[in-house]
């Protein structure tokens, strides 16, 4: 077995391992976490949401509601 020392970031809960290991290889993971970022740390929300891309405004996703058909209600 050999070991490999990288750090990462994790971006939507994924760590990406080096292109160097080819796909198929068992791994064993072990995960340090820094708890002092961690805990109590409600700035991370204004990075979190300051990442997120701009996927359009309410009117790029409203629709008419007109489906070409006439309503008609029995009386």
Same mark, same amino acid.
């Given at each position: ?11 939507? @809960? ?7 290991? #080819? /796909?198929?290889? !068992? ?7 820094? %708890? ?7 700035? @991370? ?7 997120? #891309? /701009?996927?359009? !405004? ?7 509601? %007109? ?9």
């Amino acid at each position: 077995m050999q070991a490999i020392e990288f750090e990462a970031t994790t971006f939507q @809960h994924t760590i990406r391992i080096p292109d160097h290991i #080819p /796909n198929g290889v !068992s791994l064993r993971v072990l995960l340090l976490v820094d %708890d002092a970022k961690t805990k109590n740390d409600t700035s @991370h929300w204004k990075n979190l949401l300051g990442s997120m #891309p /701009n996927v359009g !405004s309410d009117e790029d996703f409203s629709r008419s509601l %007109d489906y070409g058909r006439e309503i008609s209600w029995d009386s």
